[in-house]
């Protein structure tokens, strides 16, 4: 059984101040005002699985939302977490429940905020990862086939030359790379056998089991007792306990980076991680003068711009190249350039006792 599991529990921080705390990034309708973007990633993979069968990782505080976005996932199908402890932790909870339907699950771990444009290539390419990750105790992961030297994505190294697994488009990974500096981006791309890491993976249920047990021995335990406890009178309180003592640990660090049985399919399906507020120009129309306007605005000699308004009328004179959004409480004036570090404006915010604007 094919089994999707959506990780819905961030916050979405670039895009502050449109997301928050309440209405993160995966409940907006950045690109589609028909859908939000969870909505999107839910409607793309019903052709790959069933709503049934398809699993939602969260936290309480958008336990509502997730019901009211997505209706037509069962109740049961939503796994919520007691406090963030990053992916490891997310994913490591998750396939408890889904152990449970079917042990042989094939997990297929996708981010809930992320845009695909070709969708019936998307699909072929996680078929292919599926029959990778059957073969044995396979761990494949999705890379991205790069446009331009990026130095806001990790890069997966393949080997392009052996092929341990006799199945086309999929490689063997040399090694993982976190976000590079822009000379070492683009010795990766001249290189030719570099991958954009899209985080997204595939792997039998019993198999990422058995990684964490391996590679990650403190959250196998904690999971073994929260395994024991689900089902009981007990079980909140026990996953409360347990979280408590993990570490904070992506699964890109506790066990991709670690392991030797991974896999790679690269793709080419118009994918791209909406991560910060100038990743929208790569897919909304501009006008004549380079600027993204949705909202009231009127300017003089501004270009290259992204200007998001709420109702109250944007004027702006001789202005290039910046980020303006409005919302009801907030005003955010950003470089285009540097749009990767919102978040850090987000962090000060918190610092600076802004609770109630984040």
């Given at each position: 059984m094919i089994t999707p599991l959506i990780m819905a529990g961030g916050v979405g921080s670039r895009f502050w101040p449109l997301s928050r705390k309440d209405t993160p990034k995966q409940f907006l309708k950045l690109v589609d005002q028909d859908q939000s973007m969870i909505q999107a990633t839910v409607d793309r993979i019903s052709d790959l699985s069933s709503y049934e069968n398809i699993f939602i990782a969260t936290n309480q505080n958008y336990l509502a939302d997730i019901k009211e976005h997505l209706p037509e996932i069962p109740e049961n199908n939503i796994t919520v977490e007691?406090?963030?402890?990053?992916t490891a932790a997310c994913i490591g909870l998750a396939s408890l429940y889904i152990e449970q339907q079917d042990p042989q699950a094939v997990m297929v771990v996708l981010p809930s905020d992320h845009l695909i444009e070709d969708e019936s290539s998307y699909l072929e390419i996680l078929n292919t990862a599926v029959e990778v990750a059957k073969k044995g105790d396979n761990l494949v992961t999705i890379g991205i086939e790069p446009t331009q030297p990026e130095t806001g994505y990790g890069y997966i190294a393949y080997d392009q030359d052996e092929r341990e697994i006799e199945i086309d488009n999929a490689f063997a990974v040399k090694e993982f790379t976190e976000k590079p500096d822009l000379k070492t981006a683009e010795n990766f791309i001249e290189q030719g056998n570099y991958l954009w890491n899209s985080g997204m993976f595939v792997w039998r249920v019993d198999t990422i089991r058995k990684m964490?047990?391996?590679?990650?021995?403190?959250?196998?335990?904690?999971?073994?007792?929260?395994?024991?406890?689900?089902?009981?009178?007990q079980e909140e309180e026990v996953l409360v306990e347990e979280f408590k003592k993990l570490d904070s640990i992506s699964i890109d660090y506790g066990i991709m980076e670690q392991a030797d049985n991974i896999y790679v399919v690269p793709g080419d399906f118009g994918w791209d991680d909406v991560g910060t507020w100038s990743s929208l120009e790569r897919f909304k129309?501009?006008?004549?003068?380079?600027?993204?306007?949705?909202?009231?605005?009127?300017?003089?000699?501004?270009?290259?711009?992204?200007?998001h308004g709420n109702g109250k009328l944007i004027t702006t004179?001789?202005?290039?190249?910046?980020?303006?959004?409005?919302?009801?409480?907030?005003?955010?004036?950003?470089?285009?350039?540097?749009?990767?570090?919102?978040?850090?404006?987000?962090?000060?915010?918190?610092?600076?006792?802004y609770e109630d604007c984040l």
């Open positions: 007691p406090m963030g402890k990053n964490f047990k391996k590679y990650m021995p403190n959250l196998h335990k904690g999971l073994e007792r929260m395994k024991e406890a689900i089902g009981t009178e129309e501009v006008d004549l003068d380079g600027n993204l306007v949705e909202g009231n605005h009127i300017g003089l000699e501004t270009k290259n711009s992204i200007i004179v001789g202005l290039d190249n910046v980020i303006i959004v409005e919302t009801d409480d907030a005003i955010m004036v950003c470089d285009k350039d540097k749009a990767q570090d919102v978040k850090e404006l987000r962090n000060k915010l918190k610092s600076e006792g």
